[in-house]
């Protein structure tokens, strides 16, 4: 039997070098896509590595700064910006120990893009709030640096979990803290083991309790830790210190709103005022004073607002001099020697100071005129950064967290190994987009060996009649093929690792977009080898066990067109035409219309097969409808593979005119710096000098929290996504359209909601799916506590990567880095980056945005209409194969044509005829349906694509004739020849 099957092998060698071919590209692309999955995910956990070293904790104090000799190891981070080549471009700012001052050193992605001479952009302010009323009129500084090079360890740190290598710059600490007004202070904190916060102390957040006072150095006590410390201090006594702008006549003077003072408790009308002020205002004790300030509802949107008191005491000025920290310390406003020099960025008008005020200035600079209510201001003069500036009464700070005072450890590198290893499965993408290469593969197997098995009918007949049962045939044929398939193992394997190394190297250069990563690795794994290689091995098995070779017999039945298949037919064909007409999904219409066009061909096979009438018109047709399964097969298999590249060709997005995935706005706009302005107001404008924007031109500012890239940009799964908070109400006109939503709501309904309820957010319907693997209803979580339920799902929005919930839900404490831009015009986007470039804003437009993003959907598009030209080229191949095996089997046929007197000339174009049918009509079928069912896009599509489609149908049409008169020449010329003999 040994001998038997080697000698087989040997004779039918050529039909099994087509099985060793076709195997061993079938084993490439399921190894080489396993490769693949392992490389990616190898690159990711690598760069995570790289990106944070030994870090295992970081404590992060978030709007807020600890004290650098509480945490000596601690750094100073912030966003900043730099210009390069005209245009700005945002980094990440370091500050370190060990850096000399006025230099700088740089990761190695941003020393390509950097000259020796740095002049880098950065938010300023110092420890007060930006977005506070009472700051100074500076929110920028800037550092000018000398480049000393790329640093060299730690360079690429970023505690977001993504791929993308960021820009960052690394200064001297201490320069760093200099130029932000933040001496002494740190933000973020290393560690290289798991840590906890037991340690922390509320001085190391700048709290500080002297004499039974909390006062902190950023002015404004937090909400939470204020309610707090009212619970385990019930005598305390909230302070707030305010700047108004008017008591009755005296202008600009500094007021204190109190619980009780000198034991008097105060009502929500009471005021104490000084004998300077009642002297001044003329007042008694009874009488009414009304005070006037300004108030700040969102951003600095000013608005002014005023209250009136009644006089319940009069106390000598000498005794609120007396109380040194009744007033807050303003920088800008309290240590200035006159307040004609006050530093604010609140509107003051200088020309109502009169010398009153200086002298009063002089004697008692920030001395409270009056002390009123807290109860009657405390929700008029609080805002995201605090409810008083100073807490009396406090015994204690028991019960004070971390967390109230936004103080936080997180684990980044357990975040960025969990967000690595559920990063997105290009094994799975692979194979995915090889699957018709394998289909293609596998025919190709089939295809020889069912030819083989029909030259060898006679042989098989004699085995049978010898007493080999049907099982016993199958298995001589399995091993002659195993020893072919082994060999296809190892030959896939090798070819397997060339094609991981194509794959990796296009990805990332031409196929960049897919990834926009660089530097893959290649990870090979004993265990991804042996399911490859175990999963290629029973594929190729079980499809050589599928095939029958005991079945001989060319006796064919007659298969008539009764009346059943008729109606069949019809129904098919009428309920392709109706789902075509309700359903807007391609996939499903395209496999209606294939399915008719299937049954419409197979019942035309039947009708001319058992027809009376007798031509060589109809001689092809007769053949295939003895043939109808390969037939139909073939007829099926292209039909699809064209209906595939065609439909994708033509239906691949453009992003240069205005999609719904831009709901109305031009520009997506970006600062370095946070802005604290409204710019739709007039006060924003004529702060920025944007009186000349046209009319139309409008933003709509949002409010971040920093977290993971949830877009087809990032490959890793995102752990906590970016939060964007928008005035949901603002949306309801937008042109944004969802893909889904909660309770089937209609899209303005969806924006009410969300601007009426809390805890509610929406998310691009590709975030949602693919990033976080959710779905409509689904609640995300943060690790602050926060959850959002999510209520819709956006279709290709600007929104990508980001999840979006209501203003209210983020207050815009840290001003606006992030605004989308209504009607800007080229002149309007030029005007407003130059008002701007401070704050280093960057308005792109939002085509350019969409396209950004769908460049990934574009990547895949393109290496999956490359891989399906492999794959139909393979099935061209399997079909000529085919060809072959139809040709072999009927020697007797064409001898009875050469005794009919036909030429070899005429054979050959009858056979020809009769196999250039399927290519040509699964041609023209696929093409008409992918057209049929693309109706929608086809104003849209390039004419560079429809010429592509012209060449493709040429390219395809010479092939296919090509293969097919090579196959008809060299099987008509060798019946010729051995004729002859």
């Not at 960025?416 to 699957?435: C, E, T, Y």
């Not at 129904?571 to 008719?596: D, E, H, K, P, Y």
């Not at 944004?736 to 924006?751: K, P, S």
């Not at 393109?862 to 399906?868: D, K, W």
């Amino acid at each position: 039997m040994k001998s038997l099957i080697n000698n087989n092998i040997r004779y039918y060698k050529n039909s099994y070098r087509l099985v060793a071919l076709a195997a061993t590209i079938a084993v490439a692309v399921i190894l080489g896509s396993l490769i693949i999955g392992d490389s990616v995910r190898a690159t990711l956990l690598k760069r995570a590595e790289a990106r944070l070293g030994d870090i295992e904790s970081v404590i992060v104090a978030n709007s807020s700064f600890l004290d650098a000799a509480a945490y000596p190891n601690g750094k100073l981070f912030t966003n900043g910006f730099i210009s390069v080549a005209g245009r700005f471009t945002p980094v990440n700012v370091w500050g370190e120990d060990g850096i000399e001052a006025g230099y700088c050193l740089v990761n190695g992605k941003l020393s390509s893009q950097i000259e020796s001479e740095v002049v880098l952009r950065l938010p300023s302010g110092g420890l007060i709030p930006s977005g506070s009323l009472f700051v100074t009129d500076n929110y920028t500084a800037s550092l000018r640096l000398t480049n000393a090079g790329i640093k060299d360890n730690q360079a690429d740190i970023n505690l977001r979990n993504e791929q993308i290598v960021p820009l960052n710059i690394f200064v001297n600490g201490e320069e760093l803290a200099n130029a932000m007004g933040l001496q002494g202070k740190v933000n973020v904190i290393f560690h290289e083991s798991i840590i906890d916060l037991k340690d922390w102390l509320p001085e190391h957040s700048g709290l500080h309790l002297v004499d039974g006072e909390l006062r902190s150095d950023r002015i404004f006590l937090q909400r939470e830790a204020v309610d707090k410390l009212l619970e385990t201090n019930p005598k305390a006594n909230r302070l707030f210190s305010y700047l108004a702008n008017s008591i009755d006549d005296i202008p600009y003077s500094f007021i204190t709103a109190a619980d009780r003072y000198n034991n008097l408790n105060l009502n929500k009308e009471d005021a104490i005022i000084s004998d300077y002020t009642a002297t001044r205002l003329g007042k008694r004790i009874g009488d009414k004073i009304t005070i006037t300030y300004f108030v700040s509802p969102e951003l600095k949107l000013l608005q002014t607002d005023s209250s009136q008191f009644i006089i319940r005491a009069i106390v000598p000025q000498s005794t609120f001099a007396a109380d040194s920290t009744l007033s807050a310390d303003f920088p800008g406003l309290t240590n200035v020697e006159s307040c004609t020099d006050w530093d604010s960025d609140l509107p003051i008008d200088f020309s109502k100071i009169t010398d009153q005020d200086k002298a009063y200035w002089a004697q008692y600079r920030a001395t409270p005129k009056v002390i009123i209510s807290y109860e009657s201001i405390k929700e008029r003069w609080s805002n995201g950064y605090g409810v008083a500036t100073a807490l009396r009464g406090i015994d204690n700070t028991g019960g004070l967290t971390p967390a109230m005072l936004g103080v936080t450890v997180i684990y980044p590198r357990k975040s960025a190994l969990a967000a690595a290893s559920s990063a997105v499965d290009f094994a799975s993408l692979f194979l995915s987009l090889g699957f018709f290469i394998i289909v293609a593969a596998i025919m190709l197997i089939l295809l020889p060996i069912n030819e083989m098995i029909a030259k060898r009918r006679e042989e098989i007949s004699l085995l049978v009649a010898l007493g080999f049962s049907a099982k016993r045939v199958k298995m001589v044929i399995l091993q002659e093929a195993l020893p072919v398939i082994l060999f296809s193992l190892l030959a896939g394997a090798v070819l397997g690792l060339i094609y991981s190394f194509t794959v990796l190297w296009l990805l990332e250069t031409v196929w960049q977009g897919a990834t926009y990563t660089d530097g893959f690795i290649i990870s090979i794994n004993i265990p991804t080898l042996a399911i490859g290689l175990i999963s290629s091995l029973l594929i190729l098995l079980g499809a050589i066990l599928s095939l029958n070779p005991s079945k001989t017999s060319k006796t064919i039945t007659p298969r008539k067109p009764h009346l059943k298949l008729k109606i069949a037919t019809i129904f098919i064909c009428w309920l392709a035409i109706q789902i075509s007409l309700i359903s807007s999904n391609i996939a499903i219409t395209g496999l209606c219309f294939i399915i008719g066009t299937f049954a419409v061909f197979d019942y035309e096979l039947a009708r001319i097969r058992n027809s009376n009438s007798l031509s060589t018109k109809l001689l092809p047709w007769l053949r295939m409808g003895y043939n109808r399964r390969s037939t139909l097969t073939a007829l099926l298999t292209l039909e699809i593979g064209i209906f595939v590249l065609t439909t994708i060709g033509i239906n691949r997005p453009t992003f240069d005119k205005d999609t719904i995935g831009s709901g109305g706005y031009s520009h997506w706009a970006e600062s370095s710096v946070p802005i604290y302005y409204d710019l739709n107001s007039e006060q924003g404008r004529e702060k920025f000098s944007l009186q000349e924007l046209s009319s139309t031109v409008s933003f709509l500012p949002m409010a971040r929290q920093e977290g993971d890239d949830a877009s087809c940009l990032n490959l890793n799964k995102p752990q906590q996504v970016t939060l964007l908070g928008v005035a949901a109400d603002s949306l309801i006109d937008s042109k944004f359209e969802f893909a889904q939503t909660l309770d089937n709501l209609e899209g303005e309904e969806v924006f009410k909601k969300l601007a009426s309820t809390t805890n509610t957010a929406i998310v691009d319907a590709t975030v949602l799916e693919w990033s976080l693997a959710k779905a409509v209803g689904d609640t995300i979580r943060y690790a602050d506590g926060r959850y959002f339920i999510i209520i819709g799902t956006l279709k290709n929005s600007l929104f990508q990567g980001n999840i979006i919930t209501d203003i209210k839900n983020l207050p815009q404490t840290n001003g606006t880095e992030v605004m989308l831009v209504k009607n800007a015009n080229n002149e309007d986007k030029a005007l407003i980056e130059r008002a701007l470039s401070n704050y280093g804003m960057v308005l792109s437009p939002s085509s350019e945005r969409l396209k950004e993003f769908n460049s990934v959907t574009d990547t895949y598009l393109t290496i999956f209409m490359s891989l399906g030209w492999i794959a139909l080229l393979l099935g061209a191949a399997a079909f000529v194969v085919s060809v072959r095996k139809n040709l072999i089997l009927r020697n007797e046929e064409l001898e009875l044509y050469r005794a009919l007197g036909f030429s070899q000339k005429k054979r050959a174009l009858l056979l020809y005829r009769e196999n250039i049918i399927i290519p040509l009509y699964s041609l023209l079928f696929g093409i008409t349906i992918s057209l049929c069912t693309s109706m929608k896009v086809l104003g849209n599509v390039s004419p560079e694509m429809w010429v592509a489609l012209v060449v493709f149908v040429a390219l395809y049409v010479a092939i296919t004739t090509l293969l097919l008169r090579s196959a008809i020449f060299v099987r008509d010329t060798k019946c010729e020849r051995d004729k002859s003999y």
